[in-house]
Nanobody
């Protein structure tokens, strides 16, 4: 399994970013995918997930601000993040399903700061 996230950066509160995770080594079209994040000093948590059929689920902290989507042809999952808050600062990773424990691929750092 290879999971490579990108698209992070530093933004001001209220800003937007779009994260991309390119995958390989999995039957992407058939499985649920998730975005996770780990803030400094905290445990990794599930942010959002999307089933093979496109049904989505979000953590309460990001509902209404984040949107997860997928492209089964490109084997890629996206996370559109709007209305970013300082508490969204974390390293973001994608994973298989909503209870993924690894191996983790490359994450991408999102920093929200004024």
């Amino acid at each position: 399994v290879q999971l490579q996230a990108s698209g992070g950066g530093e933004v001001q509160p209220g800003g937007s970013l779009r994260l991309t995770c390119v995958t390989s080594g999995i039957i992407f079209r058939a499985i649920k995918m998730g975005w996770y994040r780990q803030a400094p000093g905290k445990q990794r948590e599930l942010v959002a997930d999307i089933t093979s059929g496109g049904t989505t689920n979000y953590a309460d902290s990001v509902k209404g601000r984040f949107t997860i989507s997928r492209d089964n042809v490109r084997k890629t999952v996206y996370l559109q993040m709007n209305g970013l808050k300082p508490e969204d600062t974390a390293v973001y990773y994608c994973g298989v399903g909503s209870r993924y424990t690894g191996p983790w691929g490359q994450g991408t750092l999102v920093t929200v700061s004024s």
